[in-house]
C-alpha cells in the first residue's frame, strides 16, 4: 500500500511557475513508476509526466520545455516544476505511483493560472 500526498498548488499568473510535491509513504517507493496527472473541469482525466524507478521521463506533448518531473527517492518524493503556466493549465493535478496492475493515487492538488 503507498499513501500520496500532494502539495503545492494555487494560484499564479500566466508565465507564473509553481511547484508540485508529492510525499508517498512506505520503504519502496524506488520501485515504483511515478506519474502527475491533471483533469480539468468537464474534460477527462490526462497524463501530464511520469517518470520510470530508472529514472526515465515522459511528457505530454503540451508540456514539453516547460514541465520538468523529477524524484528524490531518498526522501520518497516526486515533483513537477511548472514553468510558463498558461490558462489552459488550469486543473487539479493528481500523482500517481504504480506498478505492475497496482496503482496508487493521492488526492490532487488545485492549479489555476488566471490573472
Known amino acids: 500500500q503507498v499513501q500520496l500526498v500532494e502539495s503545492g498548488g494555487g494560484l499564479v499568473q500566466p508565465g507564473g511557475s509553481l511547484r508540485l510535491s508529492c510525499a508517498a509513504s512506505?520503504?519502496?517507493?524506488?520501485?515504483?513508476?511515478m506519474g502527475w496527472y491533471r483533469q480539468a473541469p468537464g474534460k477527462q482525466r490526462e497524463v501530464v509526466a511520469t517518470?520510470?524507478?530508472?529514472?526515465?521521463?515522459n511528457y505530454a506533448d503540451s508540456v514539453k520545455g516547460r514541465f520538468t518531473i523529477s524524484r528524490d527517492n531518498a526522501k520518497n518524493m516526486v515533483y513537477l516544476q511548472m514553468n510558463l503556466l498558461k490558462p489552459e493549465d488550469t486543473a487539479v493535478y493528481c500523482c500517481?505511483?504504480?506498478?505492475?496492475?497496482?496503482?496508487?493515487w493521492g488526492q490532487g492538488t488545485q492549479v489555476t493560472v488566471s490573472s
Open positions: 500517481k505511483a504504480s506498478i505492475a496492475t497496482l496503482a496508487y
Open positions: 517518470i520510470t524507478s530508472g529514472g526515465s521521463t
Open positions: 512506505g520503504s519502496r517507493f524506488r520501485i515504483y513508476a
